[in-house]
């Protein structure tokens, strides 16, 4: 699984000129899935990504957590992140999952992340959509499955 995460003031996701999703202060979640992950996977992810203290504290230090400030989620499928430019011009995602397989796993994040107490917001997964995101810092960190401790 590989995670963009994007510290926001807001964020919105829209498909076919409708608004589907839109959060306020929080992180917006760029999501993929490759062939591999799991629900290890899945609770290793919504636990990092809940607790990451990249939110600033009184003496604006990155100290506080999506759970210290109440920070919702706004969580968007994207298999484009398992892209391979390493040949040619025109990208393989081949290292994606197959859409059954991300979408349960997808659905599965935003929904341990709710039993975590965040409220999150998602996209439609497969859809054709447009993103709005207001990064805050700019604050964006890559988590990857690769880096999970016992994988």
């Known amino acids: 699984m590989r995670i963009v995460i994007q510290r926001v003031s807001s964020s919105r996701v829209s498909a076919e000129g409708v608004t589907v999703g839109e959060i306020g202060a929080g992180l917006c979640l760029l999501i993929g899935v490759a062939p591999a992950d799991d629900e290890r996977v899945v609770g290793w992810a919504a636990s990092k990504i809940a607790n990451l203290r990249i939110f600033e504290d009184s003496e604006g230090k990155m100290n506080r957590s999506l759970l210290d400030t109440g920070g ?35 659905e599965s994040l935003a929904a341990g992340l709710r039993e975590m107490g965040v409220s999150v917001k998602t996209g439609l997964f497969g859809a054709e959509m447009r993103v709005d995101i207001v990064n805050e810092g700019p604050v964006t960190i890559i988590l990857d499955s690769v880096d999970m401790p016992d994988k």
């Open 72 to 106: 919702e989620v706004l969580a968007i499928s994207q298999f484009t992140l398992y892209a391979d430019c390493r040949k040619g011009r025109r990208p393989s995602f081949t290292g994606a999952a197959e859409p059954s397989l991300a979408g349960a796993l997808y």
